[in-house]
């Protein structure tokens, strides 16, 4: 089901010429699943931003990404996020994440190249950037958690 939704989602990018038809080679990746309240659950490769420069750099200059890929930005310790669009060139879905995996707030289709800061509510462990509106399709809210080793997999 969730290659079915990520390929309507893909077709929806391409009709808005967001995707074009080749993939870039990509850096580091690592698998990563988000868990609704639904009981749904929706997986994604993303690149890791872990050093101070990838995450300065982050999706900077890129013109496309895969309907299932993104970016996860996992820090030292949990505090407040701030981020902003600099020489990001595709509308991103923000989600930032709290030290026990659960999402601590969403923002959506965040236009590129601002430099407006957008923050996270509360302290957060790692920001994950997906393609703008994919948090909506699918239906992620706060609250659902995301599942990755470098994130803690506690419940509650």
């Known amino acids: 089901m969730m290659k079915t939704l990520l390929a309507a989602?893909?077709?929806?990018?391409?009709?808005?010429?967001?995707?074009?038809?080749?993939?870039?080679?990509?850096?580091?990746?690592?698998?990563?699943?988000?868990?609704?309240?639904?009981?749904?659950?929706?997986?994604f490769t993303v690149e890791?931003?872990?050093?101070?420069?990838?995450?300065q750099r982050g999706l900077m200059f890129r013109e496309k990404m895969a309907p299932d890929a993104g970016m996860l930005f996992v820090f030292?310790?949990?505090?407040?996020?701030?981020?902003?669009?600099?020489?990001?060139?595709?509308p991103l879905d923000m989600i930032f994440i709290r030290t026990d995996g659960t999402i601590a707030n969403i923002l959506e289709k965040v236009p590129p190249q601002t430099l407006d800061p957008r923050s996270s509510d509360g302290p957060a462990k790692a920001v994950l950037e997906l393609n703008g509106g994919i948090a909506r399709f699918l239906d992620?809210?706060?609250?659902?958690?995301?599942?990755?080793?470098?994130?803690?997999a506690t419940k509650g």
């Open 48 to 55: 890791l931003a872990l050093t101070p420069e990838q995450q």
């Open 9 to 43: 989602f893909a077709l929806l990018l391409v009709a808005a010429g967001s995707v074009p038809a080749q993939e870039a080679a990509q850096p580091k990746t690592s698998d990563l699943t988000i868990e609704t309240a639904a009981g749904k659950s929706f997986h």
């Open 76 to 90: 030292d310790q949990a505090g407040p996020q701030a981020f902003w669009m600099k020489n990001t060139l595709i």
């Open 140 to 152: 992620i809210r706060p609250g659902d958690r995301v599942v990755h080793p470098l994130i803690a």
